[in-house]
């Protein structure tokens, strides 16, 4: 195509979005409604989803070294530990450490065991590098030497498991519908501003017109009614989720939960809304187009 | 330069509109086409433009084989026929100019050219005092002058005007014929159907008379031949 007829037919769908007026109103608001129900969904679930990841990160396998093993036989174990293929991290944690903590969690009476006296085993904190592995990982340390027990929260760990992948599941399915209804709503609303000019795209074809030559200004004018269409539930999800995000980290802090930052996360709901809004925009109204074409 | 050689069209509702039609017409004619309601006049017109295409038989236009033209290429074919409807067919939402400028667009010319061609053509059909003009602004008579303006742009070598005054009254009618001889003029060859029979037999020209599917009479400078 020549550099001229493209700068012609960029001029020409600016003029139609000017001089449809109504229709073009009407068929951003409707991307506009959409993708803002979109956004604010995929913003809502993949937190959800990050916060359902945060508890499970949270879970880890409490191995409690035998009273017999000596400082080596420790090391042997603490590197046999480190060898399990799905093995993060190992912290060793002695047995005063864990009863300033049970200090610290229930109060200054349990501070009679301190010293001999201590019933506490000293332990391994393990963290697997995936959730699913945790009771995996808890079955290969309870072979090893020099363990006397092996504790992830067993039965109440896996259940969790359990519900935060169908949580993750559910999630993802919405997203996936919400997406198609975006599509089908978006694709339609162009459809009908499309079917209004029917005869337009006659005439055009009858003066001697190809169908690329018709089709350009219209895939450019769906693409931009997409794309203005878009910007809207984006400045208002970008505005929400930024003084959203504020006010809910400061009641947070301190836990473990965290909410997904906006750096990236909102950058990549923006890119996403902006190309669900120009890809249908476009391809919605090139198809459209496509069956007054044949004259 | 226009021949179409033992013609059928039968269209898929089983109606024959075009019954074994034999015609030619050469460059630089004026021809009007005459006949009853659905005698096959309009379907007639439509395949020298490539609307309809023949169920049986050849039509070639210039250089263009329509039997065998993809419809790729039915877009350059129509370049070089221009066509006039009775309903005008213009662009709404466009002004008229650039309904004229639209059909030089679309084969490319540039914005130059465009332009001088555009006021060159609305000058000849006297409207160029309202080139900023929607069609919905301008009366019937005038919506067929641009028409005529956008059938000329491109300077075809044919102009099909299917009952161009069919909607207008008795006296634009006649400003519309005046425009059309003086485009004949210029070597464009005519072809006009028409239910005119003033016209007709007043601005004499070939006339063939279409019936049942047929041309039943092809005579130089004849009469319109129907009551009127």
Redesign the interface.
């Known amino acids: 195509m020549?550099a001229?007829?493209f700068w012609?037919h960029i001029v020409e769908s600016l003029k139609?979005i000017k001089?449809?007026g109504w229709m073009t109103i009407a068929a951003v608001s409707a991307v506009a409604v959409t993708l803002l129900l979109v956004g604010s969904f995929i913003a809502i679930l993949m937190n959800v989803n990050k916060l359902a990841s945060d508890v499970e990160e949270d879970v880890s396998v409490r191995v409690y070294i035998d009273l017999a093993a000596e400082e080596e036989d420790q090391e042997a174990l603490q590197q046999s530990l480190e060898d399990i293929d799905e093995v993060e991290t190992v912290v060793y944690s002695s047995r005063d450490d864990e009863l300033s903590q049970v200090i610290g969690s229930y109060g200054d009476e349990f501070g009679l065991f301190d010293g001999d006296d201590n019933p506490l085993y000293d332990v391994f904190i393990v963290n697997t590098a995936a959730p699913e592995v945790t009771s995996e990982v808890a079955g290969q340390a309870e072979d090893l030497s020099y363990v006397a027990d092996v504790n992830y929260g067993g039965a109440t760990a896996d259940r969790l498991f359990e519900v935060m992948a169908t949580v993750r599941n559910v999630g993802a399915i919405i997203i996936i519908a919400l997406i198609f209804t975006a599509v089908f709503l978006i694709a339609n609303t162009i459809r009908i501003t499309i079917f209004s000019r029917s005869?337009?795209i006659?005439?055009?074809?009858?003066?001697?017109?190809?169908?690329w030559?018709i089709r350009w200004p219209f895939l450019i004018e769906g693409a931009l009614i997409g794309f203005i269409g878009a910007l809207i539930p984006v400045s208002i999800i970008s505005y929400v989720y930024l003084s959203g995000f504020d006010t809910l980290m400061t009641y947070l802090s301190g836990t473990y939960f965290a909410l997904l930052p906006p750096n990236p996360f909102l950058y990549q709901i923006v890119a996403l809304l902006l190309t669900i809004g120009v890809v249908i925009g476009s391809v919605g109204s090139s198809l459209s187009i496509r069956k007054f074409l044949?004259? | 330069m226009i021949e179409m050689t033992n013609v059928y069209k039968k269209y898929p509702n089983g109606i024959t509109a075009i019954n074994g039609l034999d015609v030619k017409i050469d460059q630089g004619e004026f021809v009007y086409v005459v006949g009853p309601s659905g005698a096959g006049k309009s379907t007639f017109i439509k395949m020298i433009?490539r609307?309809e295409v023949p169920t049986k038989g050849n039509v070639k236009v210039g250089e263009f084989d329509l039997v065998k033209l993809k419809?790729?290429k039915v877009?350059?074919?129509?370049?070089h026929v221009g066509?006039v409807y009775q309903d005008f067919?213009?662009?709404?939402?466009l002004t008229v100019s650039e309904n004229v400028a639209?059909?030089m667009?679309?084969?490319?010319k540039?914005?130059k050219t465009i332009q001088k061609r555009v006021l060159e053509v609305l000058d000849l059909v006297g409207l160029k005092h309202k080139v900023r003009m929607f069609p919905n602004e301008l009366s019937g008579g005038e919506q067929q002058r641009v028409a005529i303006a956008?059938a000329i742009a491109?300077m075809p070598r044919v102009l099909i005007a299917d009952e161009p005054t069919g909607n207008l009254d008795p006296e634009t009618a006649w400003g519309i014929m005046d425009l059309l001889e003086e485009i004949n003029n210029h070597g464009t060859t005519i072809i006009m159907a028409t239910h005119n029979s003033d016209i007709v037999n007043r601005v004499r020209h070939r006339v063939l008379a279409v019936e049942n599917g047929r041309i039943a009479r092809d005579q130089e400078g004849g009469e319109y031949g129907y009551e009127g």
């Open positions: 020549k001229r007829t012609r139609s001089r449809n005869t337009e006659e005439i055009m074809k009858l003066v001697g017109a190809t169908n030559f044949k004259v | 433009y609307e419809a790729k877009p350059y074919l129509r370049r066509v067919k213009l662009l709404p939402r639209y059909a667009q679309v084969v490319g540039n914005p956008r491109n």
